[in-house]
């Protein structure tokens, strides 16, 4: 079998680790891919979102299944570009319809997604550059933080947290009027802050059935203690210690169930992923934001934790068969930490020699922002490397990345120590 994984990240890394491991696949394509995919699979120049040349790529080595890594392709509508094609429109791509994919490319398709189907998620309201002082007298009727979210995809930094009403005034002027995130933010979704903690819930869907993969927990902001600028994620932890069965049901009944009913009653076609931001607010889930694919890094510490067969799982979806699938899980916890590029998120330098990679034996190690330079490893992004561990317990895998990191070595290389702090 013969598979197209589009992307370039460390989620791409561990889910191409991941399917390579089923002797069905006999050949595995990353588009564009990174160092680390080079050394598992083949890595192909092509945009994700150059839709007809991946379409005479997919004809000319006769692929037989596209997998879809990053958002921007299925939010531009590569899973109806090929379904309306007269030749490929057998070929599974496993992603959403163009219409599913807007519960991440838009924030406030979202949370009317979310009101209607009756999933608990904040209170809102969404505002243009037209209507910004109706934004701003808005604000004034919440309590502080405040909360501001760039309707459209911005990688994963598009929303503000504010203490201060005069600032969250100014930061949604900037958003909508000086269009501080681009298009991202020609609208903007204000949100009623809730205090609780952070997780992620993980579903596969073929459009009819469902199943639930591991919870994790990330780490957004780049300091020490959650402090800082946000980030694409500087960490993460599966199993969420904190979800115990009882909000592991609630999650499943009141959220993930309606979700999907929802996909059915409102007509979306979706075969994928459905990554599912959560807050628990005093034992009760509520709903922060859908992604329509894996997180990153989550996936770097979801995918090791799966012990079915991936290629297995996704034939099934595209079949719409997933509910004869038995998914079958670790026991043991994982760990992932982000090395990073220093100045990251905001300016860092690229091509930086990476040292030490071969040296490691106790974790698993992801590539998320390097490529390979005259045979040598080297950064090409802001987060670098996943370094994945897993242990009886969360701290007993966090203490085996540590180990491994200890031995990485680039120019101003930076990693969080504190990842699980919380917990």
């Not at 930094?157 to 949604?172: N, Q, R, S, T, Y």
């Not at 694919?293 to 079915?308: A, H, Q």
């Amino acid at each position: 079998m013969k598979i197209l994984l589009l992307g370039s990240g460390g989620r791409e890394h561990a889910l191409a680790w991941k399917m390579i491991q089923n002797s069905k696949c006999s050949s595995l394509f990353v588009a564009p891919g990174n160092a680390g995919t080079a050394s598992i699979a083949q890595n192909i120049d092509l945009n994700p979102n150059d839709f007809p040349t991946i379409r005479d790529f997919v004809i000319n080595e006769a692929i037989d299944m596209i997998v879809v890594g990053p958002e921007d392709p299925l939010v531009n509508g590569i899973y109806d570009f090929f379904k309306n094609d007269i030749e490929l429109n057998n070929l599974p791509v496993i992603g959403p319809s163009k219409l599913g994919a807007k519960l991440e490319g838009s924030k406030e398709f979202a949370k009317e997604f979310l009101v209607k189907h009756n999933i608990p998620t904040a209170k809102y309201e969404s505002f243009t550059a037209e209507t910004v002082e109706k934004g701003c007298k808005f604000l004034e009727t919440l309590d502080a933080p405040y909360v501001l979210k760039a309707d459209g995809l911005a990688a994963g930094k598009g929303v503000l947290i504010l203490h201060d009403l005069a600032e969250a005034k100014k930061e949604l002027r900037n958003m909508l009027v000086d269009a501080k995130f681009g298009q991202a933010s020609s609208k903007v979704v204000i949100e009623e802050f809730l205090d609780g903690i952070e997780l992620s819930c993980f579903v596969l869907t073929d459009g009819k059935s469902y199943k639930i993969l591991p919870t994790a927990k990330d780490y957004k902001r780049i300091g020490e203690g959650d402090t800082g600028l946000n980030t694409g994620g500087m960490g993460a932890v599966s199993p969420v210690p904190f979800a115990d069965k009882l909000l592991l049901d609630k999650i499943e009944n009141r959220i993930v169930k309606p979700t999907i009913e929802g996909f059915q009653k409102d007509k979306i076609e979706y075969k994928g992923f459905v990554f599912i931001g959560l807050i628990n607010v005093k034992g009760e889930p509520i709903v922060i934001e859908y992604n329509v694919r894996m997180g990153d890094p989550e996936t770097e510490v979801v995918m090791p934790r799966l012990k079915s067969d991936l290629v297995e799982i996704f034939e099934a979806i595209g079949k719409q068969e997933l509910d004869t699938v038995t998914l079958d899980i670790d026991e043991r916890a994982a760990t992932t930490i982000m090395v990073v590029s220093g100045g990251y998120p905001e300016d860092y330098e690229k091509g930086k020699e990476i040292s030490g990679i071969d040296t490691i034996t106790n974790s698993i190690v992801f590539h998320a922002g390097t490529k390979l330079q005259e045979g040598k490893v080297v950064t090409n992004g802001g987060r670098v490397l996943a370094i994945t561990s897993y242990g009886n317990s969360f701290e007993e895998a966090i203490k085996k990345s540590y180990q491994s990191i200890a031995k990485l070595q680039f120019d101003k290389m930076y990693f969080r120590k504190d990842i699980g702090f919380d917990l």
